[in-house]
C-alpha cells in the first residue's frame, strides 16, 4: 500500500491547485467586460442566428474530427510497438507496416475526395 502514496499525494495536490485556481480566477481576473468578450467564440468569424430546430451542421467538420480521432489512435499504437520492438522482431515490423499502410490509404482516399478542403 506505501507504493501508492506518491501517487495518492501527487493526485491531493492537482486538485488542491486544479480547485485553488478555479476559486481565485474571479478575484485576480480583469473586470473589463464588453460586447466582444460576452459573444461566443466562433474563431473571428461574426455568429450568426440559427434556426430553432438547430439546422444542418456541415460535414466537414465531422471529417475532420473523424481524421483526428483516427490519427490519435495510430499514434497511441505505435508507442508501444517502438517500446517493444526488439522482442516483436520481424513480425511486429511487417503487422505495424500494414497498419501504417492501412491508414495512409484511408488518408489518401481522403485527400483525394478533396475532404481536407475547407473551401
Known amino acids: 500500500m506505501e507504493l501508492y502514496v506518491p501517487i495518492v499525494v501527487l493526485a491531493v495536490i492537482a486538485a488542491g491547485f486544479a480547485v485553488f485556481s478555479v476559486g481565485i480566477a ?37 471529417i475532420t474530427a473523424m481524421l483526428f480521432i483516427v490519427f490519435d489512435i495510430e499514434i497511441i499504437f505505435l508507442y508501444p510497438w517502438a517500446v517493444a520492438f526488439d522482442q516483436l522482431g520481424v513480425f511486429g515490423l511487417v503487422e505495424m507496416v500494414l497498419f501504417i499502410v492501412t491508414v495512409l490509404v484511408a488518408y489518401a482516399y481522403v485527400w483525394r475526395r478533396r475532404g481536407l478542403d475547407w473551401d
Do not use: S
Not at 473589463?32 to 451542421?57: H, M, S
Open 26 to 62: 474571479p478575484f485576480t481576473g480583469p473586470k473589463r467586460w464588453n460586447r466582444a468578450k460576452l459573444d461566443a467564440y466562433e474563431c473571428g468569424i461574426e455568429p450568426t442566428p440559427q434556426p430553432v430546430g438547430g439546422g444542418r451542421f456541415p460535414l466537414k467538420y465531422m
